[in-house]
């Protein structure tokens, strides 16, 4: 099942996504499926007709938790071990655009990258979780860009403002709930050429140890989304550069780059 959020220019809907390219279709269902039971409408739009956008599947009412250097290769490649524990930082909701939404590199960063993430979506407050009992806590998945001024994340020791600023968090194109995370490739092009690339097999701490040891420091709402960290390759975003995020039985998330 993939859930989507989209517009036809009014009021954000939710919709499930039947079908695949130019055939897809939006059935469209009543409510926010990630607080409330959610019915279709009846209703059916092709996605690929014009005015039909879909938009970040979900804004997160209270916050983004971040996982730093989560995977060997790309800790190594920014010159730094895999930690001991969790290194955790927040992303504001203000930073989320969703599919086709242009990054806007800010002015104050000279090399802006991207990091392709596997979003957890959480269904349910969660508060010291065991990672036996976590993943009963997720609504689903979505694919994630970290994008990060990284000159700026090298020369202030706090990460907000290399991280959390607006359009730093792509978040789509849609929710796939039910899915084992264990092993799916994530991969990330620039342009169409691959840049890259990785499996969640990979990461230092699972997607359940996650959930467990942030829900020890935060309680954790229904809409709340992790990124789980980034495997190795990440590298510049320039001005009218295309950045997809791919991830495996999840979908392709893509996005434009701007700079002012
Ligand atoms: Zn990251």
Known sequence: MRIARFTQGSDPRFALVEGDGDDAE???????????????????????????????????????????????????EMGSEVPEKPLLFFKPNTAVIGPDDPIIAPDWSAQVE??????????????????????????????????????????????????????????????????????????VRVNGERRQHGTTSQMTFDVPYLISYISEAFTLLPGDVILTGTPAGVGRLEHRDVVEVEIEQIGTLRNPVLRR
């Not at 959610?38 to 971040?66: F, H, W, Y």
């Not at 979505?142 to 706090?158: G, I, K, L, P, Y």
């Open 114 to 187: 991207h990091e392709g993430e596997l979003a957890v979506v959480i269904g349910k407050v969660t508060k010291d979780v065991s990672p036996e009992a976590a993943m009963a806590h997720v609504f689903g998945f979505t694919c994630a860009n970290d994008v990060t001024a990284r000159d700026v994340q090298r020369a202030e020791s706090q990460w907000s403002r290399a991280k959390g600023f607006d359009t730093s968090c792509p978040l789509g194109p849609w929710i796939v709930p039910g899915l084992d995370v264990e092993d799916l490739e994530v991969s």
């Open 26 to 76: 939006l059935v469209v269902i009543s409510g926010d499926p990630i607080y409330m039971p959610v019915q279709p409408t009846g209703e059916r739009v092709r996605l690929n007709d014009d005015g039909v956008r879909l938009l970040a599947p979900v804004i997160p009412r209270s916050k983004i938790v971040c996982v730093g250097r989560n995977y060997v290769e790309h800790a190594h």
